[in-house]
Nanobody
């Protein structure tokens, strides 16, 4: 059973930075694209960023382009989301998920999910 665990969330002031980590167990990790999603209270889950299994391709939601950077270390079975210039509207539970195929912006395409880590940005 594949397992994904997020860490690195917390409370930060607007303009600050955080780095989230997504660690996965099992041999599946290097074969999967990994995405980050976020969900704020009362809102639908939203795509944030994706990195391909080969580490060659990344994609971002428009509101985080230039502020967030996704990367991965397959030797460590870990994906990172470096977040800079955080804004109060970035406040949400951030979750990582694993994708083999499908539309990468749809959470329904993903096979495995972590439970998420809370990011709170104060103004």
């Amino acid at each position: 059973q594949a397992q994904m665990i997020e860490s690195g969330g917390g409370l930060v002031q607007a303009g600050g930075s955080l780095r989230l980590s997504c660690s996965a167990s099992g041999r599946f990790f290097s074969n999967y694209h990994i995405g980050w999603f976020r969900q704020a209270p009362g809102k639908e889950r939203e795509f944030v960023a994706l990195i391909s299994f080969s580490n060659e391709t990344t994609g971002y939601e428009d509101s985080v382009k230039g502020r967030f950077t996704i990367s991965r270390d397959n030797a460590k079975n870990t994906v990172y989301l470096q977040m800079a210039d955080l804004k109060p509207e970035d406040t949400a539970v951030y979750s990582c998920a694993a994708l083999i195929s499908g539309f990468y912006k749809s959470p329904h395409s993903y096979d495995y999910w972590g439970r998420g880590t809370q990011v709170t940005v104060s103004s």
